[in-house]
């Protein structure tokens, strides 16, 4: 367990390095809807607000926006419409030439009805930069058709910095009767040739209630973030360069110069002389010269007695490998650093759940940590040390596994290690399957070395998003993997009605 923790640290550093891209992926997150005040806005059918200013940059598909619209039929736009009408009728599933709606985030975009004084429509922002949100909350929304026999409630959620969208749904009642019942939760690009919808959400006549789905793309960041607690309040602290050294060149022994422009960077003059610099803006963008590349360095005080995700874990102890950088500590990989991320192992059980204290045989109150591997639950994607990542333990399929309790002992399947049902031998053979390369490049391989037939092999990113389902051959199964970014997978091979799962790497 110690050596995946690492792991995940390790490969936390990679995302930062990353650069922004326009190819978004889904994954569910626990249902934690925004609670609080919100302006209200006024509504009329089927029609887009007038813009709204957003209060903070956000980036949708490469394209940076200061403001948004709000269409009363479910979903934010971005951009002039050519009319104020809001398209309404639909049946295409995303991404389509034929949708009628692009450059949208699809909350739950269906014809939902507002004249009838029913429900609210708000929006508002919250929290402090540089990890803002904004909300747009559709309250007990009534379809066109069916009136208040079909209510939908659900948030969209716009993240500063790392251009994050949650969707929280809190719940969609289906229309059977009009447009085909038809919603859809996604996004749409600004020419409609790429679109993204959550698994099982995409256009269709369904109904769900208490789930909740981050789109997000590969390296939040597109510059580094150095993020420190103020010590005084007064908005300056002392940064150590080397810790950024480290994260960007992968040793803080690399000759790097750091520079307080752009310009001086590109020319090599006036070069910051210590390691311990002093921030003379919040935040500031200093840039960094290492083997033949400039980087640029963003830094960041804040006031670590604010909770900034509410998780009940202070914000300064967030900074788990001590290194004084929070935003370099991204437990789940996931691109938020564990300081804003309300569910810091990626397990689908919120930290403040999770981050619970026993009495140790000294008197003294310790984070709880069920499978005693030094790892406490909240920072654990796997509690009870069963093998099974917590994630998969939710076998009731609802997306909690915490009311998942099989044996009906009153003890949740994911802190019971005697419960492991994701990992069930099959009992064919001492060896069932080989999966090779392991790390992989390009091609992973599935070798089935039982006679049995394997009915499905699904691959799984540790934040628990199904990236890949593959129809499996009979006797070696060769995928593709070259898309995948670089990081820890899970396959999940299903033979006899029973599941093995398996653990890759991918360069």
């Known amino acids: 367990m110690k050596q995946k923790y690492i792991l995940f640290i390790v490969f936390a550093l990679s995302v930062f390095k990353g650069h922004?891209?326009?190819?978004?992926?889904?994954?569910?997150?626990?249902?934690?809807?925004f609670s609080g005040t919100l302006?209200?806005?006024?509504?009329?059918?089927?029609?887009?607000?007038?813009?709204?200013?957003?209060?903070f940059s956000?980036?949708?598909?490469?394209?940076?926006?200061?403001?948004?619209?709000?269409?009363?039929?479910?979903?934010?736009?971005?951009?002039?419409?050519?009319?104020?009408?809001?398209?309404w009728q639909f049946s295409q599933p995303?991404?389509?030439?034929?949708?009628?709606?692009?450059?949208?985030?699809?909350?739950?975009?269906?014809?939902?009805?507002?004249?009838?004084?029913?429900?609210?429509?708000?929006?508002?922002?919250?929290?402090?930069?540089?990890?803002?949100?904004?909300?747009?909350?559709?309250?007990?929304?009534?379809?066109?058709?069916?009136?208040?026999?079909?209510?939908?409630s659900f948030q969209m959620i716009l993240s500063e910095t790392t251009n994050v969208i949650d969707v929280?749904?809190?719940?969609?009642?289906?229309c059977n009767t009009w447009n085909s019942g038809n919603a859809v939760i996604g996004l749409v690009n600004l020419d409609g040739s790429q679109g993204l919808a959550a698994p099982g959400r995409n256009t269709g006549n369904w109904t769900a209630s208490q789930e909740a789905w981050r789109f997000y793309r590969p390296g939040y960041y597109p510059n580094y973030s150095f993020v420190r607690c103020d010590d005084d309040t007064d908005g300056f602290q002392t940064f150590n360069l080397s810790v950024a050294t480290t994260d960007l060149f992968g040793d803080a022994q690399v000759p790097v110069a750091y520079y307080n422009t752009l310009e001086d960077a590109q020319m090599g003059s006036n070069p910051i002389v210590s390691n311990a610099f002093v921030n003379t803006?919040?935040?500031?963008?200093?840039?960094?010269?290492?083997?033949?590349?400039?980087?640029?360095?963003?830094?960041?005080?804040?006031?670590?007695?604010?909770?900034?995700?509410?998780?009940?874990?202070?914000?300064?102890?967030?900074?788990?490998?001590?290194?004084?950088n929070l935003a370099n500590d991204d437990t789940d990989f996931d691109g938020l650093p564990n300081y804003v991320d309300n569910d810091d192992d990626g397990d689908l059980i919120l930290t403040n759940v999770e981050y619970v204290f026993n009495r140790n045989t000294s008197d003294v109150m310790t984070v709880l940590d069920s499978d005693s591997d030094g790892i406490p639950n909240y920072l654990d994607n796997d509690d009870d040390g069963d093998n099974v990542l917590t994630f998969l333990e939710d076998y009731n399929h609802d997306g909690n596994p915490a009311n998942d309790d099989t044996n009906t002992n009153g003890t949740p399947d994911y802190l019971e290690n005697a419960v492991a049902l994701g990992v069930q031998a099959i009992a064919v053979k001492n060896e069932t399957v080989k999966v090779f390369p392991n790390p992989a490049t390009s091609i992973?391989?599935?070798?089935?070395?039982?006679t049995n037939a394997l009915t499905s092999i699904e691959i799984y990113a540790v934040n628990g998003a199904k990236v890949k389902a593959i129809k499996p051959t009979e006797a070696l199964t060769t995928i593709s993997v070259a898309d995948l970014q670089s990081g820890v997978y899970f396959v999940k091979v299903?033979?006899?009605?029973?599941v093995e799962n398996y653990k890759f790497v991918k360069n």
């Open 39 to 55: 302006a209200s806005l006024a509504t009329q059918d089927d029609l887009y607000s007038d813009p709204i200013a957003l209060p």
């Open 494 to 498: 299903q033979m006899n009605n029973q």
């Open 20 to 33: 922004a891209q326009s190819n978004y992926s889904v994954a569910p997150i626990p249902f934690q809807p």
């Open 281 to 324: 803006s919040n935040p500031q963008t200093i840039y960094a010269m290492g083997n033949g590349m400039i980087k640029a360095v963003n830094l960041s005080v804040i006031d670590c007695a604010v909770d900034a995700d509410n998780d009940g874990v202070s914000s300064d102890l967030e900074d788990v490998n001590t290194d004084t």
């Open 58 to 87: 956000f980036d949708f598909y490469g394209v940076t926006y200061s403001a948004m619209r709000i269409s009363t039929n479910g979903y934010i736009y971005f951009g002039n419409p050519a009319s104020s009408n809001s398209p």
């Open 444 to 450: 992973l391989n599935i070798q089935n070395m039982t």
């Open 168 to 174: 929280q749904l809190i719940q969609r009642q289906s």
């Open 94 to 152: 995303i991404p389509s030439a034929n949708f009628p709606v692009e450059n949208s985030i699809l909350g739950c975009y269906e014809d939902l009805y507002n004249n009838t004084g029913t429900g609210t429509l708000t929006y508002g922002s919250y929290g402090t930069a540089p990890y803002r949100k904004f909300v747009v909350y559709f309250n007990n929304q009534p379809h066109f058709s069916c009136g208040t026999n079909a209510i939908s």
